[in-house]
């Protein structure tokens, strides 16, 4: 979604002509949005000797447009609490592990829902405040309230009692992220989304997931986990569009393992209140009757409130907001960052991206945000974790032949609990160059392992994503001592080619 408004070297130029034209601010940058991307601007920014406001709605654990919360949806309805909740349900599967190791569980074991559920609330409570004191000793000002922007330097705040408050700022930031969404089913009202799913009051003893991305297998992961009977429903053939097909259909057996009921290209056509629960219509004809049902179909961006239009503000059709490399608007003095510009919408990725604009704007070194080799992770159970190019995209982009290597194998543990769930290991190299461009596991541990598990000869103590930053070759982790006995070392042992793809150049065309 990057747009090429400045070429480089202009954006020094057009931020001196700001200064020429020196006006006085109520501050220098106005924040709206204090989730993970907006506190990181408004605290860098501060740092390098601006004067920052920022607002935010009122703290609820699920969001709506009068309600949201200092550390915004990672911490207070996203990231933070699902992996609470996915720790809680691990526990479930390691319970009847523990048998084969010499631990007597009697047959009933409890689980209470909510007292799980108050921790949680108890944690994200932890870390509203932890928020707001880093914006408070990095001495940004916090007002809560809904902001809107008014002109190119005026931010309306709209507090708690109705009263509205304007704010003139140099330069105003969105970071406002995005919501979540239901399809336009009949009956859709009666489903939930991943912000209610974090806040249920009862568990939900039988659950219907519609979606097959991130947020509806780790659900699907967690409820039946925790004893729940889960339906997972998806439009495709597998779960996790986007990801290595070969690591997609681990994860689908996975979840059928562990007892996940999967309905492949299947839909919904309607919802019915009944006496007995939800019931659920597929496009099948097939009828289901649940607890709740969750829609995890996806999230837009949350810009309809911020009047981005009236002050010319460019947005795409699903209302993210247009930016440069510099994460700027086409309106000088305005920028965005995080979901709200729907480039990469991962916590660190907005991170990141507000890391760069402080460093551009307030500390005198124009940071373009780096997108290639993101790693990121999905917290099913067992969880999936990738870094670089799947399988796919490294054959669309190829110049060359692929060296596939792979490893699968039962992790050792269960060689003592008797799961039959095999760990996926895998390699993508360049054989030209030898570098390895990709790299995904599915197994325990998996996203600790990709992020920073073993040491890569060269670069010192880095893990698997820091080794495809900097360009690491297959011969380069061949040479690298893995510990033993880990999952771990089998990225550093894979010596034998599983597959060569051939490299058939692509058609010419005229058009």
Known sequence: MARKMLVDGELDKAMAADEANATHYDFDLFVIG???????AARFSANNGAKVGICELPFHPISSEEIGGVGGTCVIRGCVPKKILVYGATYGGE?????NYGWEINENVDFTWKKLLQKKTDEILRLNNIYKRLLANAAVKLYEGEGRIVGPNEVEVRQIDGTKISY???HILIATGSRAQKPNIPGHELAITSDEALSLEEFPKRAVVLGGGYIAVEFASIWRGMGGTVDLFFRKELPLRGFDDEMRALVARNLEGRGVNLHPQTSFTQLIKTDDGIKVTSSHGEEFVADVVLFATGRNPNTKRLNLEAVGVEVDKAGAVKV????????P????????????????????EATCFANTVFGGKPTKADYENVACAVFCIPPLAVVGLSEEEAVEKATGDLLVFTSGFNPMKNTISGRQEKTLMKLIVDEKTDKVIGASMCGPDAAEIM???????????????????????KAQFDSTVGIHPSS???FVTMRTVTRRIAYKPKPKTSL
Request: glycine content about 10%; hydrophobic content about 40%; some cysteine.
């Open 333 to 352: 003095s305005i920028w965005a960052v995080g979901d709200a510009t729907n480039r990469i919408n991962l916590t660190p990725v907005a991170l990141m």
């Open 95 to 99: 319970l009847e592990d523990a048998r």
């Open 451 to 473: 992020q920073a598990s073993f040491l890569v000869t060269y670069i010192g103590e880095r893990g698997i994503a820091i080794a495809l930053k900097c360009g690491a070759t």
């Open 324 to 331: 440069d490399e510099y994460s700027r608007t086409n309106i």
């Open 168 to 170: 003139t700022a140099k």
């Open 34 to 40: 204090a989730g993970s991307g907006g506190v990181r």
């Open 488 to 490: 771990a070392e089998e």
